[in-house]
Every structure is written in structure tokens, then in C-alpha cells.
């Protein structure tokens, strides 16, 4: 039997497990690890600025591809802390990393050793396992059992943290004689779809709620092609964006408090019944549940058992992987179909695509300072359907998801539970990561930039070309919006006049200088019709460089977006609707008078 050392097993491992890209901070405790990567060859290495960044890097590459599975890698103590905020991340949305730390030795452990911290102890509320490997022996069958776990049920995180003494120890192994443990996903049976498509056809109004579990488990296509075979129309959810085009005649807008469309709200209300697949019933979709649920039938599939019933009792509830269920569906479906026993939905759906066409928000505004409604209308004019959207949380999020398009599965790739600020720029580096060619997007207010921008020169040095269209109104703009409630605007202003850069005003913070001494290229635009042609520049520019490209938006300094605090039939516009088609010339459907 070969031997090696146990750091160069996890390697090899990893690599028959389908990894080729890992994120990470490399440091004493775990060198030897680094040794193993570099003498092995195979696995790709993007040194981050921060260890949170890695973390995240991690995410945005698996949440690019189907089957892909991130790696973050840092040494002992703080780097296993810092990337925490990471696994919270990726397992509040079902997303499998790998997190790989170094540890002390194992002799003192005990001994409050330098950068010793029981980071599995910390990290098991935040990952499907977490495990300080105490027996070199135990190397292979750690990591074997992680990416079974990561894997199975209902994906998420898992940590491995390795003490040096352990890395360093040779033990027998034989990557030729590794396999993969066989994954394990539930699955519904024909009784239950059955069940579940009568009640569907039994109502008059149904709704199929797509959520971020179909996207995980690369079964986009087969919803579409449930939906299109009931002529049901479909609702996404946020981290479901993009199972089907938003142009699709079934796609009935996404609903909620904050990320939602005007059409989306009301096509939900309007309905008398809701199959979930792959949702979790997230608050800021439902909000209030007695208005969501009132007067509806639900049925809920979802591969976590205990999901099922936790925010409501469904009339019916099925465990089951979405592809598993989805396959089902569609066989049914058929049938049904072919014997003439399913309803004809063409009123229902049309009707849906009737309020698509009246209930708009206006996008188009010529003021100057920038509203923010006319960067998301000439973005939807700058990047096509092709374009991969990332970005987490803040009024540039909620305002992106109420106003941009999405056409594709994987294509809006949104920290949807956690929402921690700093998320977006290493999750797009390592969307870019995973899709090189593709045309990635990021999107973020000025306070989501500044707190990991040390990551734009990762992007800068690994070439890593993007487009980041920033929206800067130097404030904390939905903390100052929720703070209304209390008829407070306190601690959320980040205005202040810089002394080296007196152009700005008030506007604090010269991104565009920061972002230039990173390596990369920047853009500042004031007023609207430079809007799409700085989009174009920048889209030259990563091309030709291949580097990060920052658009700079100037935004007037308050605008409230479109929320509601409370429930989804009572959402505050606060600013003027569409009554014009020009009013919205972006709009997935012309505007036409209701």
C-alpha cells in the first residue's frame, strides 16, 4: 500500500471528489497542507485578501455550477473564525463548502496554545458536521464522509479542521482504490404525486411556488416542464429566480415584503392553491402568514423532513428531493394530459400575465442626482439574458430584484438567509471563477463594498474579470428606511467631505480611486444618460484586461424602495407607479392601461 502523508491524502481526495478551484489564506499550521497542494498538482488555488472572503469566494463557486463544491482552506484560530460567517451563509441556503482549517498540535490542545481554538466546537451550529481530526488514520474517511454529507439530504457546509502533527503524520492510502460514498436523496412516491396533482387539478386558481431546492438539484427544466404541461403559473421565490425566464408566459412574478413585483403579489392573492417545491417559506416572502395562507390548499415538497410543517402545516406535505418529485410530477402530468383529465388554466395563466402588463413600478427618472430605479433600467438595457447577477443584501438588492430580469438557473446569485454585508465581491470573484467566459454582474450599495473591497485585488492579480456596478448614496440606506418606524435617522449617515477628493461633496469615500490602487478599472457616473454607456465601457474593459471593472453610481442620497413591513397585501410604493409605457420601457411586459 503507497504511502503519504495525511495532508497529501485529503489532496488527492479531493481531487477524485471533483475539486479543481480552492480559496484560502495559507499560514503555519496549515503549510503542510499547502505543501501537499502544490506537490500534487490538479487543484487550482485563489490566495484571498481576507479568510471571510475565501469563505465566500467558496460559495459564489458552487452556487455557479451544478456539482460544483467550493473550498475554503485557512490556518488555525482566527482564520477558522473569520470563516464562519461563511458557513452560516452557506448552509442558511443549502449550499455544500468545504471548509479545511490547520490546528495546534494535538499534544496542547489543551494548553491554550498559540491560535488554538476548538473551531469545530464553534463551527457545528453552522455546518452539517464540523470535526477536529485527532488520528491521522481518520484523514481519509473524514473527508470521504464530508462531500457524502455535503452531498446528501439537503446540502450544506461542512469543516475539517486538522492539527499539524496530524497533517504531517504518513499514513497507507491508495487514492487509486478511493470511491466516492454513493449520494442518498429522498424521494416521493407515485401515491404521494398523485395525491398532490388531484388536489392541484381540483382547485381553480393554483400557483407553483419554485424555490432555491429545484436549483440545487439541477431540475429547472423539469418544473418547466410540469408547469407548462398544468399550465400552471409559477412564482419563484428569490433563491428560485430564474428556474424559468421571466419572460415566460407562466412566470407569474416573485412575491413577498421586499423582493417582490407588484403582478407577483397579486397574482398570489388572487390564487386558491399553492404547491411549494424547494422552498422554505422564508418570512420576507410570506410575510404575515394568515394573509399568505388565507383561503389557500398548500402542498409542500421539500427535501429536509423537518422543514416541512415548521413555519405552517401544509394540507399535504412530501420529503423528497425536487428532481426525485419533479420527475413524478411530470410523468403524471403526462398521463393526465394525454387522457384529457387535466384543466384547461389558460384564463387562470392569462390573467396572471394581464396584471405582469398593468401593475409596474416606474423605472425611468431623469433626476440628478441618479434614483436608483434608472441604473436597474439601463442595466436591464447593458447586460442580457446571459448575464449572471450576484449580489446580497440592502435597498441595491431589494430595488435589483424588483426591477432587473433574470432568464436562466443560476443566473441570480443572491445570499438569500444570512445576508451578511461584504458577501458580494468575493462571492462574484468566485462566480467568475467557476464561469470565466460567462458575463458575471455584481450589485451593491456602498456600505456591502467597503467592507471586504481588499478582495477586488484578488481580482486584480488572478485576472479575474467582472462587471461590479456600485450604487453610492453614502448611508445605510435600508437600516435608514426600517429606522423610520422609530422616527429616528441615527448612526446610518456615511457622509463626510474627503479632503483629497473635494468633487465628491459629501460623498465620503473616493471609490474610484480605492478601486484603481486595487489593479482594477473604475467609472463614476452623475447623471443618467451616461448610465449605459459606462455599462458598455466597462463590459470592454474587463475583456480587455481582465480585472474587476466598478461602475460607480451617484445616487441622490434618500430614496425608499417598495416594501412592506408587515404583509404582502399591503406593500408602501412610496414613489410614483407606471401609468405610461415609458414609464417603464424596461419592463419584461409593455405597460398597458388596467
Not at 138 to 158: C, E, K, N, S, Y
Not at 250 to 269: D, E, I, P
Not at 512 to 522: N, Q, R
Request: contains cysteine; hydrophobic residues 40%; aromatic residues 6%.
Amino acid at each position: 500500500m503507497p504511502r503519504m502523508t495525511a495532508a497529501r491524502a485529503a489532496v488527492e481526495i479531493l481531487k477524485r471528489e471533483g475539486v479543481s478551484n480552492a480559496f484560502g489564506v495559507p499560514g503555519a499550521a496549515i503549510n503542510p497542507f499547502y505543501a501537499a497542494l502544490k506537490a500534487s498538482g490538479g487543484v487550482n488555488h485563489t490566495l484571498a485578501r481576507h479568510v471571510e472572503g475565501a469563505s465566500h469566494m467558496a460559495e459564489g463557486y458552487t452556487r455557479a455550477k451544478a456539482g460544483n463544491i467550493g473550498v475554503c482552506i485557512g490556518t488555525s484560530g482566527p482564520a477558522g473564525t473569520d470563516m464562519i460567517t461563511g458557513l452560516y451563509s452557506a448552509i442558511a441556503d443549502s449550499i455544500p463548502i468545504l471548509c479545511i482549517t490547520g490546528q495546534a498540535p494535538t499534544a496542547v490542545l489543551h494548553k491554550e496554545d498559540f491560535q488554538a481554538v476548538d473551531i469545530s466546537s464553534i463551527a457545528k451550529p453552522v455546518t452539517k458536521a464540523a470535526t477536529t481530526v485527532l488520528e491521522a488514520a481518520q484523514v481519509p474517511g473524514v473527508f470521504q464522509q464530508a462531500f457524502h454529507l455535503m452531498r446528501t439530504g439537503r446540502p450544506g457546509p461542512v469543516l475539517i479542521d486538522l492539527p499539524i502533527d496530524v497533517q504531517l503524520t504518513e499514513i497507507e492510502f491508495d487514492p487509486e482504490l478511493y470511491e466516492p460514498i454513493p449520494v442518498h436523496k429522498p424521494a416521493a412516491s407515485r401515491k404521494q404525486i398523485e395525491r398532490a396533482v388531484q388536489m392541484l387539478n381540483a382547485s381553480e386558481r393554483p400557483v407553483l411556488v419554485a424555490g432555491g431546492g429545484i436549483i440545487n438539484a439541477d431540475a429547472s427544466e423539469l418544473l418547466v416542464e410540469f408547469a407548462e404541461l398544468t399550465g400552471v403559473p409559477v412564482i419563484p421565490t428569490l433563491m428560485g429566480w430564474g428556474i424559468l425566464p421571466d419572460d415566460h408566459e407562466l412566470n407569474a412574478g416573485m412575491v413577498g415584503l421586499q423582493t417582490s413585483h407588484r403582478y407577483g403579489n397579486a397574482n398570489f392573492l388572487e390564487s386558491d392553491f399553492v404547491l411549494g417545491i424547494g422552498n422554505r417559506w422564508a418570512n420576507r416572502h410570506t410575510g404575515k402568514l394568515d394573509v399568505y395562507t388565507q383561503g389557500r390548499t398548500f402542498v409542500h415538497v421539500d427535501i429536509e423532513p423537518t422543514q416541512i410543517g415548521k413555519i405552517f402545516a401544509p394540507d399535504l406535505g412530501i420529503a423528497s428531493d425536487a428532481k426525485a418529485a419533479l420527475e413524478l410530477f411530470v410523468e403524471v402530468a403526462r398521463e393526465l394530459k394525454a387522457a384529457g383529465e387535466l384543466k384547461d388554466r389558460s384564463a387562470w395563466a392569462g390573467s396572471t400575465q394581464e396584471r405582469k402588463a398593468t401593475l409596474q413600478r416606474k423605472t425611468h427618472f431623469d433626476n440628478v442626482p441618479l434614483k436608483p430605479q434608472r441604473v436597474y433600467e439601463e442595466m436591464n438595457r447593458a447586460f442580457g439574458p446571459e448575464t449572471r447577477y450576484v449580489t446580497t443584501i440592502g435597498l441595491s438588492q431589494i430595488a435589483g430584484a424588483q426591477m432587473l430580469h433574470v432568464y436562466k438557473p443560476r443566473h441570480w446569485i443572491n445570499c438569500g438567509q444570512a445576508g451578511p454585508l461584504g458577501w458580494t465581491i468575493p462571492a462574484a470573484l468566485g462566480v467568475a471563477t467557476a464561469d470565466p467566459e460567462g458575463t458575471v454582474v455584481a450589485l451593491s450599495g456602498d456600505y456591502d463594498f467597503q467592507f471586504m473591497l481588499e478582495e477586488l485585488a484578488v481580482g486584480a492579480q488572478h485576472r479575474i474579470p467582472y462587471v461590479h456596478v456600485l450604487v453610492n448614496n453614502s448611508y445605510l440606506g435600508l437600516i435608514r428606511q426600517a429606522q423610520r418606524n422609530f422616527d429616528i435617522d441615527f448612526q446610518v449617515n456615511l457622509e463626510f467631505e474627503n479632503l483629497n477628493s473635494p468633487e465628491l461633496g459629501v460623498y465620503g469615500v473616493d471609490h474610484v480611486k480605492v478601486v484603481e490602487g486595487l489593479g482594477c478599472k473604475a467609472i463614476r457616473v452623475t447623471e443618467p444618460d451616461q448610465l449605459l454607456p459606462a455599462f458598455e465601457e466597462a463590459k470592454k474593459l474587463a475583456a480587455e484586461f481582465r480585472v474587476p471593472v466598478v461602475v460607480e453610481a451617484i445616487l441622490e442620497r434618500v430614496t425608499n424602495i417598495a416594501m412592506s413591513g408587515s404583509d404582502i397585501a399591503s406593500v408602501n410604493e412610496f414613489e410614483d407607479l407606471a401609468t405610461d409605457p415609458s414609464h417603464a420601457p424596461t419592463a419584461i411586459r409593455p405597460l398597458t392601461a388596467s
